[in-house]
Nanobody, 114 residues
Framework: VQLQASGGGLVQPGGSLRLSCVAS????????ISWYRQPPGKQCELVAI???????DYAESVKGRFTISRDNAKSTFYLQMNSLKVEDTAVYYC?????????WGQGTLVTVSS
């Protein structure tokens, strides 16, 4: 399974970005769909997740600002990021978990700076 992430870039505080992740296989029946991020000098952290049950969950730091979604027909999932803060600066990775195996995208850099 290959994942191709895109949509990162430089944005001012308060701005928005939408990250996309295209999968090389269908995503309607995977265990989880998620986005992680790794801020500079820090550990990787879970940002948002859609489990098989369909109930999304978010890191406390992004609740109310980020939205994870999926388009099964396009084998693509998204992370809409609004009201971006400087502390959201990180490399963002998309992830699929399929039968307990993890698949990762290559990472896309989001820089929030004035």
């Amino acid at each position: 399974v290959q994942l191709q992430a895109s949509g990162g870039g430089l944005v001012q505080p308060g701005g928005s970005l939408r990250l996309s992740c295209v999968a090389s296989r269908r995503i309607f029946n995977v265990d989880t769909i998620s986005w992680y991020r790794q801020p500079p000098g820090k550990q990787c952290e879970l940002v948002a997740i859609i489990p098989r049950s369909g109930t999304t969950d978010y890191a406390e730091s992004v609740k109310g600002r980020f939205t994870i979604s999926r388009d099964n027909a396009k084998s693509t999932f998204y992370l809409q990021m609004n009201s971006l803060k400087v502390e959201d600066t990180a490399v963002y990775y998309c992830n699929l978990r399929i039968s307990y195996a993890d698949y990762w995208g290559q990472g896309t850099l989001v820089t929030v700076s004035s």
